[in-house]
């Protein structure tokens, strides 16, 4: 086996192109394994470039008002790459285009990259191993997880056929886009962050159903209330979605609706269906490797760094932050890590 490498990161999203710009800054000459293009991570959505990559408007990342972005994704994506992107269509930044971005950004100060997962790791002697899905092993000293998240679907094919047309997991992504503004929107889920997707869309939407499978919302006593207190909001008891209704002109109409207690099934004209039934972190790897949080994200140790339970190895963007989960927040703390790891690779 070669020398090992000063620096490893895992995953492809905001947060690892991120730790990966800081650390071929720092001369750390960063590996990045961007994910595997394969069937499986196609059908669980991780795909290299993560989840804005699953994603049309980016309207909330700072640096990227409106204005055409054409000559400027010319000048500044490499050759091929360019050429397979989708044509620039919007007044703004998509989410495929600002990941081509900010990997072009980490290419550009010496990132290497190599397109494949990684499947197991052995944290405890040092250098780190790690194993990739191609079967080699890499050493490294010091190593970044930035393998983030999923958010959970129901699976129905109707639910796919609308996502980005009026299908979507995340408010404060996609609340204000103008497909969602004035109309009446419905979301699904019953806990504290449902409730909180619900509050959110109605400073936009003309109203909210909030629909839910119990009798009982889940969400904290708090998070109860404050869904009780706010008047556009709608809760719709005892109901799971049965199929998105829609057009290929606009996208969503609507959404059939099954009873939970044997009552006749129902429909309600909405213009988008948020569904907020929890993420899942892309952690499976590491299970007894790293300490877990119990819904299975990645633990920081240390109160406001990026460390994990094994010293030298970092955690980055939502596989760590089941709070904020938003592709700035995610970068802030890719770089983050990356200042971390250097910090601790500097110390030895
Ligand atoms: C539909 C949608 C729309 C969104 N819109 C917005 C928005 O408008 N604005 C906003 O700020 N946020 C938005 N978000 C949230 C944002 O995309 C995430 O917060 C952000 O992408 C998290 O970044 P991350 O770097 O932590 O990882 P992710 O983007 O989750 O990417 C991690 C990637 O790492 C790779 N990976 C995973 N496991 C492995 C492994 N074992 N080996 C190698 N590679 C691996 C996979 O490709 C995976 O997708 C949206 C999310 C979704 C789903």
């Not at 500044?76 to 007044?91: D, L, N, T, V």
Request: aromatic letters at 8%.
């Amino acid at each position: 086996m070669s020398e090992p490498e000063k620096i490893i990161i895992i995953g492809s999203g905001p947060a690892a192109w991120t730790s990966a710009i800081y650390a071929a800054r720092a001369s750390l000459q960063p590996l990045v394994f961007e994910g595997a293009v394969s069937e499986e991570n196609r059908l669980a959505s991780t795909l290299p470039l993560g989840q804005l990559a699953l994603t049309t408007e980016v309207e909330n990342y700072p640096g990227f008002p409106a204005g055409d972005l054409t000559a400027y994704l010319d000048g500044a994506i490499a050759g091929q790459r360019r050429e397979y992107m989708a044509p620039h269509r919007k007044e703004g930044v998509s989410g495929p285009e600002l990941m081509e971005l900010v990997r072009q950004q980490a290419i550009n100060f010496g990132t290497r990259i190599i397109t494949e997962d990684i499947v197991d790791v052995d944290f405890s002697a040092h250098p780190f191993k790690l194993t990739a899905s191609d079967g080699v092993t890499y050493e490294s000293q010091a190593v970044i997880v930035a393998t983030g998240a999923r958010a959970n679907y129901l699976g129905l094919p109707s639910e796919e056929k609308y996502k980005n047309r009026g299908v979507s997991a995340c408010a404060v992504c996609d609340g204000a886009l103008p497909r969602f503004r004035n109309k009446p929107l419905a979301v699904f889920g019953g806990g504290d962050s449902a409730v909180e997707e619900a509050d959110y869309l109605t400073k936009s939407a003309e109203k909210v159903y909030l629909v839910h499978r119990r009798a009982e919302l889940r969400a904290s006593k708090f998070m109860v209330q404050r869904a009780a207190d706010n008047p556009k909001i709608e809760i719709v008891w005892n109901r799971t979605l049965a199929e998105v209704l829609g057009n290929d002109r606009d996208g969503v109409t609507g959404v059939r609706l099954q009873s939970t207690v044997g009552e006749p099934e129902w429909q309600l004209a909405v213009a988008g269906v948020f569904l907020a039934i929890g993420h899942t972190p892309n952690t499976a790897f590491l299970k007894d490797k790293l300490a877990l949080t119990e819904k299975k994200y990645l633990r920081w140790t240390t109160p406001g760094r990026t460390a994990t339970s094994v010293e030298g190895v970092f955690a980055a963007g939502d596989v760590a932050d089941d709070y904020y989960r938003q592709a700035v927040t995610a970068a802030g703390s890719g770089c983050m890590a990356a200042l971390d790891a250097e910090r601790w690779l500097a110390a030895r």
